[in-house]
């Protein structure tokens, strides 16, 4: 399987690389998971400059491939490719470009997703790149200032802390589908924060629970906690998994 995904991965490089506008293409880790894992299947992100075929010129790329499906609001394209599911994103490289010039005044962009986008930068197998851009990216994402990483602590910091508010007053109220929001948001801030104060960049949903019980510094008593607040378990209703998210609150205040 491995040999058939680097087969693949070739293919649909060897179709991009005469279009001048691709700067770097990169395989994403969750190719390296078994076939046979659900969270397996076949990620590339397409750095560009300047314009992109459109979606019909994209399309025709991969006459051969199965059910090709193009987002209307995002750039990316879904397609199988000999029954191996393939995702490809498009990212302008000037947007990156205007992130790393001051990282500090572009904190909005990590409000929701972390430092995931610099994350997929810095980890994903280099397939192709052509001018140095990509190369130079990494340099520069090995660089970032310590006060992008402390104004960053501060954010998600604040965000779980909002998070919890939420949390008490769905507890309160018994509004269970407040309760699991407020829930799902104090974990991912929590964890966000978790990254920055280690320095790393944080990876998609589907490693973060693993990666976050890797990290080298987590605040006392985190392992248990962390298992805790996301058991299932009747012995953690609503009313215990808040005061667990308190304690972590409380417990990563000096933390930075």
């Known amino acids: 399987m491995i040999r058939k995904v680097e087969r693949l991965s070739k293919d649909i490089v060897d179709r991009f690389r005469s279009v001048e506008s691709v700067e770097a293409i990169t395989l994403h ?8 894992d659900p969270y397996f299947f076949l990620s590339l992100d397409i750095y560009y400059k300047g314009a992109l075929p459109d979606a019909s010129q994209r399309q025709s790329f991969f006459e051969d491939a199965g059910g090709f499906e193009t987002s209307s609001y995002s750039q990316k394209d879904r397609f199988f490719m000999e029954d191996i599911p393939v995702r490809i994103e498009y990212k302008h490289i000037s947007r990156i470009d205007h992130l790393l010039q001051n990282v500090e005044d572009n904190l909005w ?3 929701h997703t972390g430092t995931y986008m610099f994350y997929r930068l810095q980890a994903g197998k280099v397939l192709f790149a052509a001018n140095g851009w990509l190369e130079d990216v990494r340099r520069r994402l090995e660089k970032l200032p310590d006060s992008f990483w402390l104004a ?4 998600f910091f604040s965000a779980a802390e909002h998070y919890l508010t939420d ?21 991912k801030s929590f964890c966000s924060m978790l990254f920055t104060i280690n320095r790393r960049f944080e ?22 906690r962390f298992h805790s607040i996301l058991r299932e378990d009747p012995e953690y209703p609503p009313e215990r998994k808040q005061e667990i998210a308190g304690l972590m609150t409380r417990s990563v205040i000096n933390l930075r």
């Open 29 to 36: 880790e969750s190719a390296e998971s078994d076939v046979n």
């Open 109 to 111: 962009a990590f409000r």
């Open 152 to 155: 960053l602590r501060e954010s």
């Open 203 to 224: 990876p998609s949903g589907r490693k973060l629970f693993q990666q976050t019980l890797d990290l080298p510094v987590l605040p006392e008593n985190f392992r248990g």
């Open 167 to 187: 949390l008490k007053s769905a507890v309160a109220r018994k509004d269970d589908l407040f309760y699991l929001i407020s829930l799902s948001g104090f974990i």
